[in-house]
Each structure stands twice: as C-alpha cells, then as structure tokens.
C-alpha cells in the first residue's frame, strides 16, 4: 500500500510539472495589445499621448497596425514605433509601442475605439478608453522636483545629408541619428520634420536598429538611426529643412534637495536613486541648394527627372464595335516617380474612354527610389472600321547624362468589326451538393462491470521507474538544446555572414524556375533581392544602412576583383531596371544575366575564403 501511494505521488508531481512547463510555454506565446493614454483628462487645446502597446516574446511577428478612429482629434504625429527588450532570469519580455501625439480641440467626453494587429496568424485588439476634454485655459502641468535633471549634452539629435546641392528633382538623403550618453528607455517622434519645397518618400526602419557606438567632440555616444527619407526638390533655391523633435524616455540620477546632513550624506553616488524622466531634443536644421534645370526643355516635358523607360501596349487590336479594349501606358526607372504625369493618349473621336486606373509600385532597395506608374484606360469602338491611336511621347531630364530625353511609344492600329445584337444571358444551373451522412460519434455508457483483473506489480514498477528516469533526462537535453541555439544565434550577424553563399544559391535557383515559367518581372526581381541580402549578409550591414557606393568600398577593402564588383553592380543595375521596364531586355540576355549574378557572387565568396573572414 505504502509502495502504491508513493508511486501515485510521484505520478501526480510529474504531471504537475508537466502541466506547469506546458503553461509556461503558452504563457509565453501568447501577446497581449493594450492602450492608454497620457494624460486621460486634458483640457481643450492641450496635447495628450495615445500609446499602444504590444508585449510578447516575439516581436518580429507583429504587423499589421489597424489605428482607431482618431477624427474626433488632430493627429500632430504618429505613429512612433518603439521596441524594448529584456532578458530576466534568462527569459526575454519585449514590446513594441506605438504612440501618437494628439491635440484636443473641443471640450467633451470622447471614446477612443479599438486598434488591433496581428500576430501569429491572429488578430489581437486593444481596449477603448475614455478621453475628458475640460473646457477653458489648458491647465500647467505640474513638474516634479527633479534637482540635477539635466540632460545637457548627453542626449543628442542630428540630421545629416548626403548632399549638399542637387538639381531640381535629384534625389538626396535625409539621415536624422539619435545619440545618448545616458540610458534611454524609450524614445518617439514628437514633431516630424517639415520637407517644404520637397517631396519625401521615407526607407523602412527596421524594429529592432542597430546600434552602434560613435564619438563626437572627444565624447562616446551610442548611436541609433531613427528616420531616414530620400527627397526630391520640387522647386529651385536655398531650401531648409526643418529640425526633427523626440521624445526620450531617460533614466537619471537624481539628487536630494534639502539642508539636512542627513540627506547630504545620501547625495553620495553611491546612494543616489534612478528615476525616468521625459527630455525632448530637436536637430540642427538643413540648408540644402537646389539648382534649376536647364531652360530648353522640349515640348512634353511635365518635370519627371532620372532615368526611365517608357512603354504602352493593348490586349487586343481587332475587335467588334462595342466590345472594350484596355489600354496600359507605363513609366517605369529610378528617381522622382511618384511625381511623374503620365502621357495622355490623343484618341479618335468614335472611341470611348474612361478614367484610367492608375497603379504605382515603388522600390526603396538600396537606397534609390525606384518603381513603374501605370495608367490602365478602357477603351470602347462605337463604329466600325479602321482606327488609328497615334504614337504617344513622355520626355524627362537624365541627371547622370545632363540633357533632356524624349521618348516615343509604338502607334497602334485598330481593326473594329461591326458588332452582335445582343443576346440574352443563359441561365446555367447549379447542381446540388451530395448530402454525406457522418457516423455516430457518441459512445453509449458500458453498464456491466466487466471482468476485472489485478495488474502485475512488476510492471507498475516498470512504469514508476520510467516516470522517474524520463523527466529528468527531458529537461537535460531540452537544456543542453537551448545552450546550443543560445551559442548558435548569439552571434547572428556571423550566422547570416557563414549563411549568406548558400541563401543566395537558392534565391538564384527559384529565379531560374520563374524564368522557365515566363514570369520576368518576379524573376528580376528575385535576382535583385538574392544580390542585395547577400551583400547585406557578406558585409554585415543592416538593411536600413545599406548604400551600394558603400558596399563596393567595402568590397575593394576587402579584396575582390575589380572585375567580380564591376560584374556583380552591373548585375543588379540591370535586374532593377528591367524589373520596372518589362521587354528591355532579350530571353538570351536574362539567361545571361542569371549566370552573371551566381559568377559574382562565387567570386566574392572564394576572396572571404582566401582571406579566412569569419
């Protein structure tokens, strides 16, 4: 007996344990999404916060952020991402928050919905709170006694520009940095910058940046990107760019005020206590030149400015006289194409033409601005006979050859048939569904006893002693396994380095496929997204920071040929261009390209080997 209750309390504690990893486990799965705001009560013409905030161990799965309604208010700026992480007792907590910043206008009791995002293929929704606007004079916030609350230059913004002087629609580049001295907890874009006189497309930032350590005027920083925008000057001059705002979350030391010696003994560093305070820094402003383009512009010119290619075409060019026709005019190559006016085509009087469809597609790989404009019109014959679309022409400025280019699409002729009476739909009919009948799912209760026999102890005691030897053996390997991964993606910028060859192998690999199947445009696109992610991989450079004028400099230092980098640029200059341009190229020329990409990179792999890099 007593041999039986032991055996059942060592059972009992296993499944215990078992239950309490396996809630754990899911504990730490699951996220949770809330909101709050900053102050809840404000008075009409104050700001407030409003702040959602995902915790879970997975941050990288977050997306998809679905805002509230924020009409009832003026939206200042948002939404300001932020991510924390930590690791506790060996076990992670992250969050990314997501904050905007909110003016009230008039008084009132508003409701703030939910926002949601998803994780892990679900959807999680934060709760809806309650704002109080008060009526009258915005009430002065209390300030805590923060005695030796001075940031000074220990928390510093700076805005930065590849250029100085660019012509009228050149592209520049816009880096703003953050850098501390002190610890940061959290920080957010109070007030965004002002690009007045530009047009701005902002490069995604990743969620977790990199950081990095920089010295200014002999001090240490750390250092971290926090917006990066590539601009195109819509108009001529000495421009300025406004200064950036953040919000920094800092954790200080703060100092006693008081006359006691008592509390003067506690003023030693030793004693003194953190407490987080709220500092707000702005950047220097930026004075960038912008000269105009030349005057001779040709007829047709409507300000597009890089280099492009131009392109029009129909699905069909004999129909019957009522039946539509789609026509698609596209722009597609590098620089300020979301400020391009497509061409309008000049059609016949009997031809009926509706608003186009326009669609963009733009690409911010490598730091360029790249992408197609496509205007999709439907086009209706009313009369039979002959017709003629005249050639349609789209002219732009190319910086790097400094002269005006005119480009001509084909003329399309027409052929339209006299058209049908028309004639009555057919009813089709649908055929119903087999019925399947399920089997019975219910077991009915077992009203005899049965037979009933003792097991044999010996096997109880096999199995007791299996309860005892397993567990311990589990939690040993599944120790020895996290180790292992611990070591292994410890150092992940070397796993990607070691990764990057056979990464690009198979990225290459799934572009010859879409090749044979005839898919051009996906399949340029994958030979420009293998060469990019292995030169980020190779030369460890996060994909924010990713410039290719960089990278081939860091290429030249490390050894490769000049002939491998010219090949391997080349490579993705042309996979970038024929991606937004479809039908420049040739099926010859695309096998030849694919043989191209995997010589560069076998040839950049073999110098890290020569030289040992790891």
């Not at 060859?501 to 199947?517: D, H, N, P, V």
């Amino acid at each position: 007996m007593k041999h039986k209750n032991i055996h059942t309390i060592y059972v009992s504690l296993i499944i215990g344990l078992a239950l309490s990893i396996y809630s754990i486990y899911v504990n730490a799965q699951d996220g949770t999404f809330t909101a709050s705001a900053d102050p809840m009560s404000v008075a009409a013409g104050e700001q407030f916060r409003l702040i959602l905030t995902f915790s879970g161990s997975d941050v990288n799965s977050v997306s998809n952020l679905k805002a509230p309604d924020l009409s009832q208010f003026v939206v200042i700026s948002g939404p300001n991402q932020s991510t924390n992480m930590q690791w506790i007792n060996g076990q992670m907590s992250a969050s990314i928050s997501y904050s905007y910043i909110l003016y009230a206008r008039q008084a009132g009791k508003f409701t703030i919905g939910s926002a949601a995002i998803d994780y892990r293929g679900k959807t999680l929704k934060s709760s809806a709170i309650q704002i109080e606007v008060a009526q009258g004079k915005p009430r002065q916030q209390k300030q805590p006694d923060q005695p030796g609350a001075d940031i000074g230059d220990n928390l510093i913004v700076r805005a930065f520009s590849d250029k100085q002087r660019v012509r009228l629609g050149e592209q520049l580049i816009i880096t703003f940095k953050l850098y501390w001295r002190v610890s940061v907890t959290r920080y957010e874009l109070a007030k965004a910058p002002a690009f007045d006189g530009f047009w701005g497309e902002d490069f995604d930032m990743p969620k977790q940046p990199a950081q990095s350590n920089e010295t200014i005027n002999g001090k240490q920083y750390r250092s971290v990107v926090i917006k990066k925008t590539a601009l195109f000057a819509t108009q001529s001059g000495n421009l300025k760019i406004a200064p950036i705002e953040v919000l920094c979350a800092v954790q200080i030391q703060m100092k006693r005020k008081s006359n006691d010696p008592f509390d003067q003994f506690f003023n030693d560093p030793f004693f003194q206590q953190l407490q987080t305070t709220n500092a707000e820094v702005k950047s220097n402003p930026l004075s960038i030149t912008v000269d105009p383009l030349p005057v001779n512009a040709p007829s047709g010119f409507s300000g597009a400015i890089g280099r492009f290619a131009f392109n029009a075409s129909t699905d069909k060019t004999s129909v019957k006289a009522g039946d539509p026709i789609t026509l698609k005019v596209t722009v597609a190559g590098s620089g300020n194409i979301k400020l391009v006016t497509l061409p309008k085509p000049q059609l016949p009087a009997d031809i009926e033409s509706y608003e186009p469809k326009i669609s963009e597609d733009i690409s911010r790989d490598g730091g360029i601005i790249r992408g197609k404009k496509t205007a999709e019109y439907l086009l209706i014959p009313r009369n039979a006979g002959q017709r003629i679309l005249e050639s349609m022409t789209f002219v732009y400025f190319d910086l790097d050859r400094k002269e005006y280019i005119t480009l001509h699409s084909p003329k399309f002729e027409f052929s339209i048939q006299p058209g049908k009476e028309y004639s009555g739909s057919s009813v089709s009919t649908i055929s119903k569904e087999d019925v399947r009948i399920l089997g019975e799912d219910i077991r009915f209760l077992k009203l005899s006893k049965g037979n009933l026999q003792l097991k044999n102890d010996a096997g109880s005691s096999a199995w007791f002693m299996f309860g005892i030897v397993i567990p311990p053996l589990v939690f040993a390997a599944a120790w020895f396994f996290r180790k292992r991964m611990e070591k292994i993606y410890g150092d992940m910028p070397r796993l990607l380095f070691e990764k990057a060859g056979r990464e690009a192998s198979l990225r290459l690999k799934k572009a010859r496929a879409l090749l044979e199947q005839g898919n051009t445009e996906s399949y340029h696109a994958e030979i420009l997204k293998a060469l990019t992610e292995y030169l980020e991989h190779k030369l460890r450079t996060a994909k924010a920071h990713f410039v290719m004028d960089t990278a081939v400099a860091q290429l030249q230092q490390s050894g490769v040929k000049e002939e491998v980098i010219r090949s391997l640029k080349a490579c993705m200059e042309r996979a970038e261009f024929a991606r937004f341009a479809p039908g420049s190229d040739t099926t010859e020329t695309r096998k030849e390209l694919l043989d191209i990409a995997a010589g560069a990179i076998d040839g950049i792999e073999r110098t890290f080997s020569k030289r040992g890099t790891s």
